[in-house]
């Protein structure tokens, strides 16, 4: 499946509930009806003040042209739509949105764990290491990693997302890991307002220890917030 992952920065002058309550009650309703959009998914942080965002909007497609067509292509943090619901959705985000300090990428999402629906959901915003290629850092994150943070306790549902264009992506992937207990989260992968963490269980801790070998941890923002399912005709 394809994702249009976008983390969200309220427009100067706008207060966090401000901005939560125009994104859920205005823009979403819009933004559900894009042409071509099979899920859509909204995350609020659950604690605004120490998050590095204010939300993040997930739209997925079953194909990239689509997606294109809809939301723009890599290199761009601004799109030009012509047609539809698109074309109202950029439009709308000018009410709300610095778009210049919005991050966004285009990848191809896979499920590595899928053991429940949690709602709270830790997303971190990987960068590799210097020195370390984008062909390197995917090797190891998809087949040492990835197997360790399975095994994370409390994880019910795990993503990873790879560039589809990695020359022109902000980020070299996006790693989704879902809880149903929130201290369970922030007990394996830390607090908000914090980059590092220091976890007691020896799953979380082995996770934690590989990361130095492939993350920049300072260039990687992350994210915890609650995931609320706006859109899902996959499951229909």
Same mark, same amino acid.
């Given at each position: 499946?394809?994702?249009?992952?976008?983390?969200?920065?309220?427009?100067?002058?706008?207060?966090?509930?401000?901005?939560?309550?125009?994104?859920?009650?205005?823009?979403? &309703?819009?933004?559900?009806?894009?042409?071509?959009?099979?899920?859509?998914?909204?995350?609020?942080?659950?604690?605004?003040?120490?998050?590095?965002?204010?939300?993040?909007?997930?739209?997925?497609?079953?194909?990239?042209?689509?997606?294109?067509?809809?939301?723009?292509?890599?290199?761009?943090?601004?799109?030009?739509? $012509?047609?539809?619901?698109?074309?109202?959705?950029?439009?709308?985000?000018? #009410?709300?949105?610095?778009?210049?300090?919005? &991050?966004?990428?285009?990848?191809?999402?896979?499920?590595?764990?899928?053991?429940?629906?949690?709602?709270?959901?830790?997303?971190?915003?990987?960068?590799?290491?210097?020195?370390?290629?984008?062909?390197?850092?995917?090797?190891?994150?998809?087949?040492?990693?990835?197997?360790?943070?399975?095994?994370?306790?409390?994880?019910?549902?795990?993503?990873?997302? *790879?560039?589809?264009? &990695?020359?022109?992506?902000?980020?070299?992937?996006?790693?989704?890991?879902?809880?149903?207990?929130?201290?369970?989260?922030?007990?394996?992968?830390?607090?908000?307002?914090?980059? #590092?963490?220091?976890?007691?269980?020896?799953?979380?801790?082995?996770?934690?220890?590989? *990361?130095? $070998?492939?993350?920049?941890?300072?260039?990687?923002?992350?994210?915890?917030?609650?995931?609320?399912?706006?859109? #899902?005709?996959?499951?229909?």
């Amino acid at each position: 499946m394809y994702r249009h992952a976008a983390f969200l920065v309220r427009k100067d002058g706008m207060t966090h509930e401000e901005f939560v309550d125009y994104w859920q009650n205005n823009h979403t &309703p819009i933004a559900r009806e894009i042409e071509g959009v099979v899920r859509y998914t909204t995350t609020v942080p659950l604690d605004s003040e120490a998050a590095e965002f204010d939300g993040i909007a997930d739209l997925y497609f079953e194909d990239l042209e689509a997606l294109y067509d809809a939301l723009g292509g890599e290199g761009s943090r601004d799109y030009d739509p $012509d047609k539809g619901t698109a074309k109202e959705a950029r439009e709308d985000v000018d #009410d709300f949105l610095a778009i210049e300090r919005r &991050p966004r990428l285009i990848g191809e999402e896979t499920v590595r764990k899928d053991e429940g629906d949690g709602p709270y959901r830790h997303t971190a915003l990987l960068v590799r290491k210097d020195g370390m290629t984008h062909e390197e850092f995917r090797d190891h994150w998809l087949n040492e990693h990835v197997p360790i943070a399975r095994e994370i306790p409390g994880v019910v549902r795990y993503t990873t997302t *790879v560039p589809t264009d &990695p020359e022109h992506a902000e980020f070299d992937g996006i790693a989704d890991l879902y809880f149903e207990d929130v201290e369970a989260l922030r007990a394996a992968l830390g607090q908000e307002g914090s980059r #590092d963490y220091d976890p007691d269980d020896p799953k979380a801790v082995e996770a934690r220890e590989d *990361v130095d $070998d492939f993350l920049d941890l300072e260039s990687r923002p992350r994210f915890i917030g609650e995931t609320t399912v706006q859109k #899902d005709i996959t499951r229909e």
